[in-house]
Each structure stands twice: as structure tokens, then as C-alpha cells.
């Protein structure tokens, strides 16, 4: 009877903190996909959109329906700019990253095409019909040679600004790497302030009673104490700090993915706002940002970042100013390549919106939307075409 209860105990726990630990974002929209009309949708999508990515992803099933709708209608560049937005959010969706090459073709876009075809085909497991369609459309398909001249905007440059407690190897790393990758110099420099505790929240402890409350929700009162008694912890103690900790590291430390989620745990003790850190760094270097060659600060952290009602952050920014953590990044036992990587594909990619230029759709791109540290991994530590097209065009604005 004791080792069922603990069984099951472990089978909850270990289901509602992977949810405690997933990017929460708003609560989706639940209208039957029958009763949505498009402007019904679009008041949603933008909506969404307002809450930053995370909560955009959320959504991300209605920015299908809505595309759905327009090329229903034969409307096509409409559907085509939503299609965009989707993927900037969902790029591994292969269904609509063929959609989008076939509205390329059609609006002669060729290497825009290519360069979407030639992803489907070189990362789409099963042979069916999108890789079919796909590889018999790239036949059909004749490029320019790609533009490979470098982009620089010389003259202007970005800050990294370092917090406390980093690892400069790394820093070093990511510094040399936006600029290569921006053409841009990359100027490091001290905060010389500790990250502002304007709105830290203990997400250690938030993660110990929504684990507990659930379990206390499910079991009744003689089996939850017939399990603390098999730990040895007081129902008094479980009023403690402490008494929390034991009672969640006896359920979770079972099994696999129980460890891994402990370790996610006792990583993360304390988050601090994003939102305090960038007002924090505007006001610390408000000078610098006056600059007219200045075109933006991007802050590092080695603490956990959050914002509005996201468990947690890799990076938060907008033009001009921004913020990186590589807490997560350190999940896993990573090597010390692996770290760099991930920590250098965070700065890239924030540095962009930091510089101007909008997500881009290449799921492989340093620059995509992970939804999972996974996802993260399988990107490369480059900018793709699309944003360096991007980029091209924003440093003409300069010229």
C-alpha cells in the first residue's frame, strides 16, 4: 500500500512540475474554430501579440486557423504576412513552411523559396507528401547566386553590460560572435550594480507549494501522513521552508525525470523581473544610449529572469535595450561547448530585437523561437538569410 501511494505521488509530482516549469502564457481562446471569423480572429492574434512571444505562442493554433481562412478567400498576401507570424513562432511547422515557399514562388520570391524548401527536404523525417511536393517544387526553382558580401554598419556598435558572478569566457564568446555575425564593434562593459530586486519573486518556494497543494488536493490527510512518516518529516514542518524541500525531494527523487526536475529546482532559488533589469540598465546608462552610433544595451545575467506570469525567460528585450539569463542554460550538465553555444544563440538573437530587425522564420536559425531548451539545441549559432537580409536593409536606413 506505502509503495503504490509513493508511486503515485511521484507520477503526479513529476506531472504538475513539468507544468510548473513550462513557459506559462495567457489562457487560450477556446471558441470552436466553426464560430471564429477572421476579424474575430486577428482582435485575438493581436491580443496575444501584446503579451510578448511567449504568450503569442499560445495562440499559435488561431494564427493557422486565420491563414486557413484567407486562402480559403484566395487572398493570398494576407495570408501570407499571418503565415509569417506563425512561423516566427512555430518554425518546425512544416506545413506551413511549404505553404509559405509555394506564396514565394507565386510572388517570384525564388531564393526565399529555396532556402524554405531546402530545409523541408533536408530535415523532414518521413518521406510523404510535403516532402514529395517540396523536393519536386525545388527542381523547379532557378536562384541567383546568394548575395555573401558581408554586412557592417562601421561607425556603430552595441553594449553588452555584465552583471556580477558571469563567466567571461563565455561573455568574451558571445561578445566576438554579435559582432562578427552583426558587423558591428561590440563594446563590454560593468554594470557595476547587482541585478535590481524590484519585483524578485522566491520561485523556489512558489514551485514547492503548487507541487504540494496539488497533492494535498488529490490524497487524503491519512495518506499524505502515512507518506511523511516514510521520510521522516512532521505535518508541522511542513508549515517550513525545509519540511517543503524534504517532502518535495523525497517525491521527486526517484526516477529519472523526477532528478531532472530537482535539479531544475534547486537552479532556480531566485527570479529577478526583466522588466526591472532593463529599467534598471536604462537608467545606468542613459548617456550611452543618447548616443546616436549607440544602437542599444544588451544586459548579462547568470540569474533567472522572469516577467508577467512566464515561469521563466531566456531573454526579454526590445529595441534598444535588452536582457539575457543563462541560468537554464546550464540544465543537463552541459560541456562547456554546449553552454557557450546555447548562451551565444541567446545573445544573437536578442541583440537582433535589440538592433531592430524581426524574429525570423528558419527554425535552424540562431534567431528562432525555442519553445524548449531541446529546440534550442538544434538551432546554429549563425544568422540565416533572412535575417541578414533583414539586417542589409535596416543598415541602409543608417546610410
Known sequence: MKAFLLTCLIIIVVFVGGLAFNKVSAQQNTMPIEELSISELKTIISDAEKQGNVGARSHIHQYWQLAD???INKDYQN????????????????KYQKIASEIEVMNQEYEKAYYRLNFIINNLSELGSIYNESLQQM?????AKTDLRPISLPGHYVYIATYPNLNYDVVDALSARVSEEYGIEVKT????????????RDRQLDVYDEIIDDIYLR???????IFLQQIGVTSEAMYTREGKRRFVYALLNQNDDGRRQWEEIELVKSQY??????EQLSHRFMNYSNDPHCLGILGVTSNDIYE?????????ARKGMGVISYARFLLGNP??????????????????????????TNPTCARAYPNSLDEQDRKDDKLCNECRENLRKLYLEYQ
Not at 79 to 94: E, F, P, Q, T
Not at 139 to 143: R, S, V
Not at 189 to 200: C, M, P, R, T, W
Not at 337 to 348: C, G, I, W, Y
Open 335 to 360: 560541456t562547456d561547448e554546449q553552454f557557450e553555444k546555447r548562451t551565444v544563440m541567446q545573445a544573437l538573437s536578442s541583440a537582433g530585437f535589440v538592433i531592430g530587425i524581426p524574429r525570423c
Open 273 to 278: 523581473s526583466s522588466d526591472a533589469l532593463l
Open 189 to 200: 562593459i560593468n554594470v557595476g550594480l547587482k541585478e535590481s530586486e524590484n519585483n524578485i
Open 139 to 143: 527542381k523547379n526553382i532557378n536562384i
Open 79 to 94: 495570408a501570407y504576412d499571418i503565415i509569417i507570424k506563425g512561423l516566427r513562432l512555430d518554425s518546425w511547422n512544416y
Open 69 to 71: 481562412l484567407y486562402l
Open 308 to 316: 508577467n506570469d512566464y515561469n521563466f525567460l531566456f531573454g526579454w
Open 219 to 225: 490524497y487524503s490527510k491519512e495518506s499524505i501522513g
